[in-house]
């Protein structure tokens, strides 16, 4: 059964501390991992998608990062704006649906 | 933003009694779909739509149908509310299977309360 499980669950960081998340995948045959970041109130928003391993992704201050069995969402000096649950789901081959991990709510403290 | 709009954003209803809930897109995507949230579940898929008319069950069906008439619009009906419906409802839009190829992009859901 294809699964997705993320850790932590809840981060609490200072201004500027540099930290990352970890998204642990089990799927027959990736064909996208996802990340999303999900503010209060709102729906996921998408941030990127890895292919293969070894490919990163950058945007801003945040850069994701792919194994052949986790994603790394690494977040370099994070600022109050940052504080949300960010979310990583996998796609497997031939599948019709992601399958999404129970997200780290991320906390910045200024 | 992506163009989705699901309606109602809130709403309040008791047991037993029927539940629509919409979703519509301004992208003209072909494949749509309903996911619910809840704290330790996570997004779990409900339905999704690949065409007019073309629905298919995902992982938490039971209780819930769907009917898609339209290209832009996707209705989950819940045919007699229970409590374990209360959730969080988001439908997503992609232009590919699953969301494989391309992202899903989410509405801002539909807060749903079954007393």
């Known amino acids: 059964e294809d699964q997705v499980t993320q850790s932590p669950e809840a981060l609490r960081l200072q201004e500027g501390e540099s930290s990352s998340l970890n998204c642990s995948y089990t799927v027959s045959g990736l064909r996208g991992l996802f990340w999303y970041r999900q503010d209060p109130g709102k729906g996921p928003e998408f941030l990127f998608t890895l292919y293969s391993a070894g490919e990163e992704k950058e945007k801003e201050r945040l850069k994701a990062t792919l194994t052949k069995k986790e994603s790394f969402l690494h977040i370099t000096a994070p600022k109050p704006e940052d504080s949300a649950t960010y979310l990583c789901?996998?796609?497997?081959?031939?599948?019709?649906?992601?399958?999404f991990g129970q997200g780290t709510r991320l906390t910045i403290n200024p | 933003d992506a163009g989705i709009t699901q309606s109602p954003r809130h709403k309040v209803t008791e047991t037993g009694t029927p539940v629509t809930l919409r979703c519509h897109q301004t992208?003209?995507?072909?494949?749509m779909y309903w996911y619910r949230q809840d704290p330790g579940h996570g997004l779990r898929l409900i339905h999704y739509s690949y065409g007019v008319k073309d629905t298919d069950k995902g992982e938490v069906s039971d209780g819930y149908s769907v009917s898609r008439s339209k290209t832009e619009d996707f209705l989950l009906t819940l045919e007699s509310a229970t409590s374990s419906q209360t959730s969080v409802y988001f439908c997503?839009?992609?232009?590919?299977?699953?969301?494989?190829?391309?992202?899903?992009?989410f509405g801002n859901g539909t807060r749903l309360t079954v007393t």
């Open positions: 992208e003209n995507h072909r494949y």
């Open positions: 997503a839009i992609s232009e590919s299977a699953g969301g494989a190829d391309s992202p899903l992009h």
């Open positions: 789901a996998a796609g497997s081959q031939g599948a019709q649906k992601l399958v």
